[in-house]
């Protein structure tokens, strides 16, 4: 009995129940005036010391050893458990069995080749490993063959006095492919490419708002009915917008009106950008052909209303001074100096300002073939005239080429024989523009 009691002593007194429990349970004491059964004991203490049997720590060691761990027992458990799920390896029950420093018997070999005795060296030919080329492809055989389809374009067609069918043709991708390709992939990548060419053509005309879809139809039928793949645009333009108001936004000018006389649009004229554009560049020319020398033309604005169909069109313009000419001024490897050049100009001080002045100056200084390369541009001094208009100078920028020319011919003549003749020639040879020529024949 006092064995049993130190054994269940040290069952009590264990690191795993004492990690379970974590600390002694406080049990209440029954009240005073409870009224508690009596136990009988089930069985009495000399009856199970009787039925005890004696227990020797000789007789078993593990008895006098220490217990293991609650975690150290499920691990092991759980070691046992799945080693024994596992077949042995190879079907060899040696290796099953836990133990990992016994001696293991070679594998079995299932593969009579392995065991075969090898080839000696002297009879081993080594043939070189040959890959079967592919047959080359035929061109025609990859290739995919299509038709370009445009629908909804008639009617906005026949609006346009150039024709939207023949300006998409010019510029198709479509039509430039020549009906081929060689996948559909790339069909449809010439599709998209002619759907936004198709939005920029429309747009051009005034249709701002037009619709554009694009898709591929397969090919359909069999034979002399087959019909290729069809590259198809479905156009629908909308409503074509015309101008509305036209505002020119510039200071006074002289004469009055300069600006919006040479502005060649009208309101209700269809919005065609190539007409808006040449109206600009007609603006952008009169002005300095009319005293304005450093006029500017500004990014015009077009403002949309989707309800009336109209755009209210703005032009903004930096007029600048009005000028006179003055004198001249030249830099650069001088061909001329600015007296000769006065010569050259039809054109004396005090002279309202004109562009086409300056570009008959610059005609005349490229036509003596003395120089290389010559700009001429108007530079403004701040020197105000009588009128308030302001000079400008003449300002000419050369390169000087090459002033010597040499070249001859050789012929035969029946009557004559042959015949050499030879040009030699300086056309600044006595500043400015003194030629020395020279002529020989021989023959």
Do not use: C
């Amino acid at each position: 009995m006092p064995r049993l009691v130190a054994l269940l002593a040290a069952l009590l007194a264990s690191p795993a129940l004492a990690q379970e429990t974590g600390e002694t349970l406080a049990i209440p004491a029954p009240p005073v005036d409870a009224a508690l059964p009596d136990v009988e004991p089930i069985i009495g203490d000399e009856e199970f010391e009787a039925a005890v049997p004696e227990l020797d720590p000789l007789d078993d060691p593990e008895l006098s050893g220490e217990l293991e761990s609650i975690e150290q027992f499920e691990r092991r458990l759980a070691d046992e458990e799945s080693a024994a799920d596992q077949e042995a390896p190879l079907g060899d029950p040696a290796l099953a069995d836990g133990d990992r420093s016994e001696e293991v018997a070679d594998a079995t070999i299932r593969d009579a080749e392995l065991v075969k005795p090898l080839p000696p060296v002297e009879s081993f030919e080594v043939t070189p490993v040959e890959f079967a080329q592919p047959a080359a492809a035929d061109d025609e055989s990859v290739t995919v063959a299509y038709q370009t389809v445009i629908t909804g374009l008639d009617e906005a067609n026949e609006q346009t006095p150039t024709g939207l069918r023949s300006l998409f043709r010019s510029f198709s991708a479509l039509r430039e492919g020549g009906g081929k390709a060689a996948n559909v992939a790339m069909v449809q990548a010439r599709l998209e490419q002619d759907s936004e060419l198709m939005q920029t053509i429309l747009a051009a005309e005034g249709w701002y708002s037009a619709d554009v879809k694009t898709r591929i139809d397969l090919p359909t039928g069999e034979g002399e009915t087959a019909e290729p793949m069809a590259a198809v645009i479905d156009v629908i333009p909308g409503q074509r917008y015309k101008l509305g108001a036209i505002a020119v936004l510039a200071d006074p000018t002289e004469p009055p009106g300069l600006i919006r006389d040479n502005l060649a649009l009208q309101p209700g004229e269809p919005i065609v950008a190539e007409r808006v554009q040449g109206a600009e560049a007609q603006v952008s020319l009169a002005l300095p052909e009319q005293g304005y020398p450093f006029a500017e033309v500004g990014q015009r604005s077009i403002l949309l209303d989707r309800e009336t169909g109209l755009g209210d069109y703005t032009l903004p313009v930096k007029v600048g001074p009005r000028a006179r000419f003055d004198g001249f001024e030249t830099e650069g490897d001088l061909a001329f100096d600015a007296q000769h050049i006065e010569v050259l100009a039809r054109f004396e001080r005090g002279e309202l300002y004109d562009s086409r002045k300056i570009d008959d100056l610059r005609k005349a200084l490229v036509a003596t073939g003395l120089l290389s390369n010559v700009t001429v541009e108007p530079r403004a001094t701040g020197e105000r005239a009588e009128d308030g208009t302001e000079y400008v100078t003449t300002f000419v920028r050369q390169q000087s080429g090459p002033a010597r020319t040499i070249a001859g011919t050789l012929g035969y003549a029946t009557g004559e024989g042959l015949r050499a003749e030879a040009t030699w020639s300086h056309r600044n040879m006595f500043p400015p523009e003194g030629a020395l020529i020279a002529h020989g024949l021989a023959g």
